[in-house]
Structures are given as structure tokens and as C-alpha cells.
């Protein structure tokens, strides 16, 4: 009896946090192609950022505007970087001098001057369900 008390405890505690925790779904517009693969990163130190992703995944791209639920982050601070992975090599295609020739885009649709912008200006605060819309460049 008492190990059947015990888990229900930790069964309801779980369905607790289900029905309380945060929702992050990320909202990505300007997709001119849709086809090939959309690569995420989030981030969550200034140290990591562009380096060491908290959270990294991939997502096929089957329509122009895609919204894509990310379950499972603690309230916290947090910075986005995505590529659209058109030719399927899995990296983000460069020209001369670096210049992206895939669309990307960053968290607050920041934009960096010769390279990705800094952490700080992607930052955003993750505490309650949010929608964050990026626009791919």
C-alpha cells in the first residue's frame, strides 16, 4: 500500500509539471524554398554562444512559415541561431569572405556586422509560453 501511494505522488507530481510548465515555440517566417532542412541552436551563456549549443535539433522544412515547439527548457535566459539547409550538406554555405548564401537568422532578428551578432543582442527571457518569431536573411 505504501509503495502505491509513493507512486502516485510522483505521478501526479509529474502531471503537475506538465500542466504547469512553459511553452517555447519558435516561429520561423520569410522561407522562400520550402524544401531541405532547418538546423536550430539555442544557447544559454555568452561563453557557449556559436560554440557549444544547450539544445541543438533539425527540422525538415515542408512549408514556408514553420512553428516548431521546443519542450523541455527551464525558465531561464536564452539566444537562437538557425541556417536553412538547402543542398542537404548539413552546414551553413559561405561565399567570399564568409557571407552566408543560406538563410539564417538569430533570436530578436539580430543582426551582427561582419559575423553573427553577440550573445546580448539575441538574449531573450524564457519564463512564461512564448511565441519568438525569426526571420530568416
Known amino acids: 500500500m505504501r509503495t502505491m501511494i509513493i507512486f502516485l505522488v510522483f505521478v501526479l507530481h509529474g502531471a ?25 541552436a539555442i544557447y544559454n551563456s555568452e561563453e557557449n554562444f556559436m560554440k557549444k549549443p544547450l539544445a541543438a ?7 514556408k512559415v514553420l512553428s516548431i515547439p521546443c519542450q523541455g527548457l527551464p ?6 541561431s ?7 550538406n548539413g552546414k551553413l554555405d ?13 533570436s530578436n532578428d539580430a543582426q551582427g556586422v561582419m559575423g553573427p551578432p553577440s ?19
Not at 17 to 38: C, P
Not at 57 to 63: G, H
Not at 119 to 137: A, G, M, N, P, W
Open 119 to 137: 550573445y546580448e543582442k539575441c538574449r531573450f527571457t524564457f519564463s512564461e509560453d512564448t511565441t519568438l518569431v525569426i526571420h530568416l536573411k
Open 16 to 40: 503537475a509539471q506538465l500542466l504547469f510548465a512553459q511553452n517555447l515555440t519558435v516561429e520561423v517566417r520569410d522561407i522562400e524554398k520550402a524544401e531541405g532542412h532547418l538546423y536550430v
Open 82 to 88: 538557425l541556417f536553412q539547409d538547402e543542398n542537404g
Open 75 to 80: 525558465a531561464g535566459s536564452y539566444a537562437i
Open 57 to 63: 535539433f533539425r527540422v525538415d522544412v515542408k512549408d
Open 94 to 106: 559561405t561565399a567570399a569572405f564568409g557571407i552566408p548564401t543560406e538563410k539564417f537568422g538569430f
